[in-house]
């Protein structure tokens, strides 16, 4: 079992900055790779970014690579998602997930994540 909880979650202008966290417990962090996924009102989850067990393989959905950056801390047991350039189209729910099988790549579809957070909400204003 993982047990992942999200924070960071806010209202913030067009341009703005936010800084997502998710907290992982239940397992061993450095075993599991991590993914952020989104869902807006009436549209499907789709994938943000990901990132591998050692943090040394990383990938990002095209609408935010150059603005949102994922890192994670092994030891602190935490991911994080910094998102710079914010657009009113980024507002959605922000989930955090796990992902506990191994896998050569960063994983982009939500079937490949056996865990999620229970999501917090950010919303960008125009």
């Known amino acids: 079992q993982v047990q992942l909880v999200e924070s960071g979650g806010g209202l913030v202008q067009a341009g703005g900055s936010l800084r997502l966290s998710c907290a992982a417990s239940g397992r061993t962090f450095s075993r599991i790779a991590m993914g952020w996924f989104r869902q807006a009102p009436g549209k499907e989850r789709e994938f943000v970014v990901g990132?591998?067990?050692?943090?040394?393989?990383?990938n990002a959905a095209d609408s935010v690579k150059g603005r949102f950056t994922v890192s994670r801390d092994n030891v602190k047991n935490m991911m994080y998602l910094q998102m710079n350039s914010l657009k009113p189209e980024d507002t959605a729910i922000y989930y955090c997930a796990a992902r506990t099988s191994y896998s050569t790549t960063v994983r982009i579809t939500p079937r490949d994540y056996d865990y999620w957070g229970q999501g917090t909400q950010v919303t960008v204003s125009s």
């Open positions: 990132i591998s067990w050692s943090g040394g393989s990383t």
